[in-house]
């Protein structure tokens, strides 16, 4: 079946501008998590759902970062008036559940200029 | 933060040898997991080892794990050239599964 899919796979923003970026993961995939990997470093884990709840979102860095997932099934990541430091790649995951592993998507490449 | 760090950063073998990378972590785990990543790809994920085990075997993979020590070791063995990527270990520490990774080894296999 198809694996979780991100979108778009890159995007240049300007500094300043807000984004968004798109996670579907597989289906029936209880569990969604959202993680930064900047160039040349391990991914660092920013927020966790369960369904449409979100347990954990005690990586996102500041409050210009908001991350959804209204149904339970695709998620979208909100960067608001974005600053260079939030350039990375945006990798999204799901799981069948807690305890299982996860399956990540090829990530969102972000450029803020 | 990262919690564990692999050990060497970098590791160039000729295609049919051995590759061994380390990872060492912090606190108490729920699980070790190792995943593997292509140059500007997603991450896949490799082999999962739960603390109360020692040792788990993957194909040409295996793993073994010293909670006393806090370390864990990824043996590939008959390195191929299509092994060439980052190899990140990631600890699960109980807490809704949410992944902790190190800061990866790149492992390069040359013909």
């Known amino acids: 079946g198809a694996g979780v899919s991100q979108s778009p796979r890159y995007k240049v923003a300007k500094r300043g501008q807000d984004v968004a970026l798109r996670c579907d993961p597989i289906s029936g995939h209880v569990s969604l998590f959202w993680y930064q990997q900047a160039l040349g470093q391990g991914p660092e884990f920013l927020t966790y759902?369960?369904?449409?709840?979100?347990?954990?979102k005690s990586g996102l860095p500041s409050d210009r970062f908001f991350a959804e997932r209204p149904e339970g099934s695709v998620s979208t990541l909100k960067i608001q008036r974005t600053q260079q430091e939030d350039s990375a790649v945006y990798l999204c995951?799901?799981?069948?559940?807690?305890?299982?592993?996860?399956?990540f998507g090829p990530g969102t490449r972000l450029t803020v200029t | 933060s990262q919690q564990g760090e692999e050990d060497p950063q970098a590791l160039s073998i000729q295609e049919g040898e051995n590759a061994t990378m380390n990872c060492s972590y912090k606190?108490?785990?729920?699980?070790l997991q190792w995943y593997r990543q292509n140059s500007g790809r997603g991450l896949v994920h490799l082999i999962l080892?739960?603390?109360?085990?020692r040792e788990k075997h993957s194909g040409r993979l295996r793993v073994t794990l010293d909670t006393s020590k806090k370390s864990s070791s990824l043996l590939i063995t008959a390195s191929r050239a299509a092994d060439t990527a980052s190899y990140f270990c990631a600890t699960d520490l109980g807490g809704g599964n949410k992944l902790t990774f190190g800061t990866g080894t790149q492992l390069k296999v040359e013909l």
């Open positions: 759902f369960q369904n449409e709840a979100q347990l954990d």
């Open positions: 995951a799901s799981s069948l559940d807690t305890l299982y592993e996860q399956y």
């Open positions: 606190t108490s785990i729920n699980n």
């Open positions: 080892i739960r603390s109360n085990e």
